[in-house]
């Protein structure tokens, strides 16, 4: 799967349309958002993630989505579970993207 670039209309469709989703917020001058960037392309082609949508928007393109999550730095990241986000802040590893992405993973606790 590869990663999308959207903004904030289509963010707004796709936690509706995809169960599951991943949004990296990332800014032109944040040298962590450069670092991960492949990281995050990696992990998008993941068999263990193939029921994840992985997206990128540019935070200060997106003000709407910045502001919905709270953002506080970059490169920020947030989950969305059928349409209701589930977890954000600010994720400086890989190690720190995989463990949101597990988190996303759980089954929904009835």
């Given at each position: 799967?590869?990663?999308?670039?959207?903004?904030?209309?289509?963010?707004?469709?796709?936690?509706?349309?995809?169960?599951?989703?991943?949004?990296?917020?990332?800014?032109?001058?944040?040298?962590?958002?450069?670092?991960?960037?492949?990281?995050?392309?990696?992990?998008?082609?993941?068999?263990?993630?193939?029921?994840?949508?992985?997206?990128?928007?540019s935070?200060?393109?997106?003000?709407?989505?910045?502001?919905e999550?709270?953002?506080?730095?970059?490169?920020?990241?947030?989950?969305?579970?059928?349409?209701?986000?589930?977890?954000?802040?600010?994720?400086?590893?890989e190690?720190?993207?995989?463990?949101?992405l597990?988190?996303?993973?759980?089954?929904?606790?009835?």
């Amino acid at each position: 799967m590869t990663v999308a670039d959207i903004t904030d209309n289509q963010l707004r469709q796709l936690i509706f349309d995809k169960e599951r989703v991943i949004v990296k917020f990332t800014d032109a001058g944040c040298p962590v958002c450069k670092e991960l960037s492949p990281s995050f392309r990696r992990l998008s082609t993941e068999p263990q993630y193939q029921d994840v949508t992985f997206v990128r928007m540019s935070a200060a393109e997106n003000p709407v989505s910045s502001q919905e999550v709270k953002m506080t730095g970059t490169p920020f990241f947030a989950t969305y579970r059928k349409g209701t986000i589930q977890e954000c802040g600010v994720v400086a590893s890989e190690e720190g993207i995989r463990a949101m992405l597990q988190q996303l993973l759980q089954p929904v606790a009835q």
